[in-house]
């Protein structure tokens, strides 16, 4: 009975954090009251970082295979990108996903996100399961392998599904740190 | 048969081997300005990091280069500042691979490690505007040509398009380029399509055509990453025609421009890269022409042994060593050093006669994706007898996370991607040579072939270059052994066995070289050359119903080839049909005005018809 009342008192805190997330409309959107019972994966990108426009196919792959189990959100924590900008990215790049301006870094905050792309799983308890890199396809800047060989996302969304712990809870990836940002 | 009829000979021979010419038209970067440490306890961006960024960075990183954002401006720099610092500390950015050596190279974008240090303090202690009034201007925007209006803007005819995702893409266009008569070029300027994408891109000029038929349909261009081009008689590569991102075109220096001749196409590589989204890629080449032909001519050679590339999985150093001596002075304009994914520490280094021993290239982290032709500050005389030598170690183990292969296979040397090359290409100029001699370019590529068959007996284009070399000296039984040691490895090889006709041709034995001729338009039917030297030998052979039958076939294919009409005209002579005789020769002369075989002919033709 208590760690459920605790449950719900972190989901209500958690919840007023996030009020300061926009929708492309400008309204606030909470993602992890929508789509409830889902896992939630918040995907972090800014338009003039290459190595997260790389990744387009890849997110959209794994969004589209765990598009039953899990809520997909792409967010965009950059204040100088405006929807309509962030519109047109999104038409480039094929995504069919909802789109977020974080210009408060409220989910940043939450997700412990450092750079773009990061991507944070959270569990259906909207636990913080992972952050960090999608795969480790980038080593460095301008230094790419021909395909990756870890899938830390793909690991860390089985992980909040089944429950099964993680062998690492955050790995770094190669990108544009957001705390550059203004 | 009539004494007066001759015919031309034209013959194929394979010089440039591989893909990857680079450029002497590389980056005349500035270098930026010198840091001192400054006593005030604070790095500023306008005082201490702009000049950095504007003069090692701004030159891609602005609208339309190919830096993915634009460095201009305080604001621009802080959105990236910590990036900066991590790029600039690991020595990612600016790409330049080379360590740094005694024989200094051109253009050289490497930052000073008391600039890195500057760029770090300024990261880590808030990223500071400072003062307006230190600021700088900003570097003038690179729009456009860079040299100016081009005298002839050549765009790829039809575009690529690059495929969201993938691995990295090589891809073939071909330019046709369209002039009269033969032009002198100074200068070319690379417009690759998409800097953000197009890693880099290397012109291969193609003097009989011989790319075409690799495309689908004319046009569509072809992928591959290393292409092999033909050519017509002695004229080895000169130039390495190169851009990589960060490239300014730069005029050649009095006496050293490109021949280009009617007919030329000019076949420009590209490395390109995926993006994320679908991409239109649309090269275009800006040609810049001189009135002065060349008078110094300078000569690509290349040095490499793919046969010692047998590479097991997990092997993490393999070295691969060769060495080349020079039979005349030289001077080393430029270096280009190629391998793929596995390559790790690359060195080319040379041994003087005196015993002194120069780097010439020493590249610890090779990196494909940043490949680039380098030019020395000074030209490098490399005297006789200096041996030239190279090292490349390369990494086929899981732990080399560029290995295409997952998990490592063996690798041997080839063209693709997933293949690995030992490739080393030097731009040399000879000097201090006797002219009684002959030429000293045919000197060092024989030296070269010669070199080459030794390393490797079953180098099929080692035996063929060397028998090319032998076949211009007029040394026809050489020639025609180094071709049958050729056609061994590869019986069915088009150019090979046109080759072989065309010396046999030379050597006065048309009835033998009929065989090798038409074993070449077997395995290729649309093979130009060989049409041209399958006809020449049944002229020979006073067969004129067939040469005349393949002669057409010539002037199918290429409409406006004088040589071609003339020995049409001089078959038909053969005939007794003057009238269509006459119509060839004048044709040819209409194409060629001054084609003295067609003015003979056509005089004696009428000289002929007059008597009668």
Known sequence: MVSITLACLFQVLMAHAQQTALDLDGRPVNPFTIAAGKVVVLVFLRQDCPVSSRYAPVIRRISAQYSREASFWLVYPDRSETPQSIRKYLGDYGYRLPALRDPDRALVQQARAEITPEAAVFDRNRQLVYHGRIDNWYLEFGRARPAPTTHELNNAIQAALTGKPLPQSSVKGVGCYISDLQ | ?612
């Open chain 2, 1 to 612: 048969m009539n004494s007066w009829w001759r015919a031309w000979m034209r013959w194929t021979l394979v010089l440039a081997a591989a893909a990857g010419m680079g450029s002497v038209f590389s980056r005349a970067n500035p270098r930026p300005r010198e840091q001192a440490r400054q006593t005030a306890p604070q790095v500023t961006f306008n005082r201490d990091i702009a000049p950095i960024i504007f003069g090692a960075c701004a030159s891609c990183h602005q609208p339309g280069e190919a830096g993915p954002f634009p460095l201009l401006t305080y604001e621009e720099v802080k959105r990236h500042a910590r990036q900066i610092a991590e790029v600039t500390r690991a020595r990612t950015m600016p790409p330049w691979l080379p360590e740094p050596q005694e024989l200094r190279l051109a253009d050289e974008m490497r930052l000073a490690d008391a600039q890195i240090r500057t760029i770090q303090e300024w990261a880590e202690d808030g990223s500071v505007e400072g003062d307006p009034a230190d600021l700088p201007p900003p570097p003038r925007p690179a729009e456009g040509w860079r040299l100016g209006k081009p005298d002839l803007i050549l765009t790829a005819e039809r575009p690529l398009v690059l495929a969201p995702t993938g691995t990295d893409t090589y891809w073939n266009f071909i330019f046709h380029v369209p002039i009269t008569e033969t032009r002198w070029v100074k200068a070319v300027e690379i417009h690759p399509g998409d800097k953000r994408y197009v890693h880099h891109a290397n012109i291969l000029v193609d003097r009989s055509r011989s790319s075409r038929h690799k495309e689908a349909e004319p046009g569509a261009g072809f992928g591959g990453m290393e292409i092999r081009i033909e050519s017509q008689v002695f004229d080895p590569d000169s130039h390495m025609l190169f851009w990589k991102p960060g490239t300014v075109p730069s005029v050649e220096p009095d006496g050293m421009a490109l021949r280009l001749d009617k007919g030329t196409d000019l076949i420009l590589n590209t490395h390109m890269q995926p993006s994320g989204k679908t991409e239109i890629i649309q090269p275009s080449i800006g040609l810049y022409f001189t009135s002065k032909p060349a008078t110094k001519f300078p000569m690509l050679l290349q040095l490499e042994d793919d046969a010692k590339l047998n590479i097991p999985p997990e092997q993490r150093n393999f070295v691969v060593t060769d060495e080349f001596t020079l039979p005349t002075d030289v001077e080393l304009l430029a270096i280009y050093p190629h391998a793929h994914y596995l390559g790790k520490d690359i060195q080319a280094f040379a041994t003087l006669p005196d015993g002194s021993k120069k780097t010439l290239i020493h590249i610890l982290h090779w990196n494909l994706s940043w490949q680039a032709v380098y030019r020395y500050a000074q030209p490098v005389l490399l005297p006789k007898g200096t041996t030239i030598a190279l090292r490349y170690v390369y990494d086929n183990s899981d732990e080399n996370p560029l290995n295409p292969n997952h998990p490592p296979v063996r690798v041997k040397a080839g063209n693709r991607s997933s293949d690995e090359m030992c490739h080393l290409w030097l731009q040399v100029l000879p000097v201090n040579y006797d002219r009684a001699q002959g030429d000293p370019r045919m000197r060092l590529q024989e030296a070269l072939a010669r070199h080459d068959v030794a390393n490797d007996p079953r180098d099929f284009e080692a035996h063929y270059n060397l028998a090319a070399m032998e076949q211009a000296k007029g040394r026809l039984d050489d020639a025609t052994k180094e071709y049958e040691a050729a056609l061994q490895l590869r019986p069915g090889d088009a150019v090979a066995n046109n080759a072989m006709g065309a010396a046999l041709l030379a050597a006065g034995r048309p009835e033998k070289a009929v065989p090798y001729l038409s074993q070449a338009l077997k395995t290729r039917p649309d093979y130009l050359e060989a049409h041209y030297n399958l006809g020449t030998a049944y002229s020979a052979e006073s067969d004129f119903e067939d040469a005349a039958q393949q002669l057409h076939l010539v002037l199918q294919l290429q409409p406006d080839d004088a040589d071609a009409e003339a020995n049409l005209g001089s078959a038909l002579a053969e005939m007794g049909r003057f009238p269509e005789a006459k119509s060839h020769f004048e044709r040819a002369l209409q194409i060629n005005p001054n084609h003295s075989l067609a003015k003979e002919n056509l005089e004696e033709l009428q000289r002929q018809m007059s008597d009668r």
